[in-house]
């Protein structure tokens, strides 16, 4: 089966715009000299210093840097699972640090699909329940996230492998999963932290051409990693060292 033939047509990104050609120029993601401290005994360590970043709607973006760099802590911010500790982020044109925590975990939950190096697929759950997780926090009726998982599962691939848990599938399969579970409330952007670095190479480069099926499709997707030949899959590649953008 053709992952490209299974792949669906998104949901094109919703931004608060006035008019169609302010919505193809405003950034999905902007960020502005935005830091990020944390307590080291008596200290304050700083670990990311005045960050600037702006990613528009179907770019696809590489995020490099060793360990330490302060590439995790981005990621962390981008996905609105930590906060900067100064500075300005705006993800789909609202500004993230006047949210309430309530309504920063709805846009988190509507916005960003993750994918994970491990997986972080539940071990009792068949496939497609593990893909339904992010609809029932949604509000997705039962019916309804059947049917979504199912369709999802086929995109990627996997239409044969609903009711086998993560144990009876292989190291790709299970990432096709969790990419499938990112997918589940069509987000505008796709957030993949080492999405390979569990994977062989020939599993890996089958990742990497599904989620370039999903960029030409439309999807924003960011990749962290610490691979070049995983960053040289994207449009653009940043790099960071000690906290800031080389």
């Not at 919703?14 to 919505?23: E, F, G, I, V």
Request: one cysteine or more.
């Amino acid at each position: 089966m053709s992952v490209q033939r299974n792949l669906l047509p998104p949901e094109p990104v919703k931004l608060s715009t006035s008019n169609r050609r302010t919505a193809v120029e405003q950034p999905l993601i902007d960020i502005q000299g935005v830091g990020k401290d944390f307590p080291y005994g008596s200290q304050i360590l700083r670990v990311l210093q005045g960050i600037d970043l702006q990613v528009r709607p179907g770019e696809a973006l590489s995020i490099m840097g060793p360990s330490g760099s302060g590439k995790s802590t981005l990621m962390n911010i981008i996905g609105c699972m930590d906060r900067p500790s100064r500075g300005r982020y705006r993800l789909a044109d609202q500004d993230v640090d006047e949210l309430a925590e309530r309504d920063l975990c709805k846009v988190r939950n509507r916005t960003i699909g993750f994918v994970f190096q491990s997986f972080h697929l539940l071990p009792r759950l068949t496939a497609w329940r593990n893909v339904e997780i992010p609809m029932l926090y949604g509000g997705v009726s039962t019916e309804d996230r059947r049917e979504r998982s199912k369709d999802l599962l086929e995109r990627v691939g996997l239409g044969h492998r609903l009711h086998h848990r993560p144990n009876e599938l292989s190291g790709g399969e299970r990432q096709r999963v969790g990419i499938a579970r990112a997918l589940a409330l069509e987000p505008a952007l796709i957030l993949a932290d080492e999405p390979t670095g569990n994977l062989d190479q020939r599993t890996g480069k089958d990742i990497l051409r599904l989620f370039s099926t999903l960029h030409r499709e439309g999807k924003t997707i960011i990749v962290v990693t610490h691979d070049p030949d995983v960053a040289r899959w994207a449009d653009r590649i940043i790099t960071i060292k000690d906290g800031r953008l080389v």
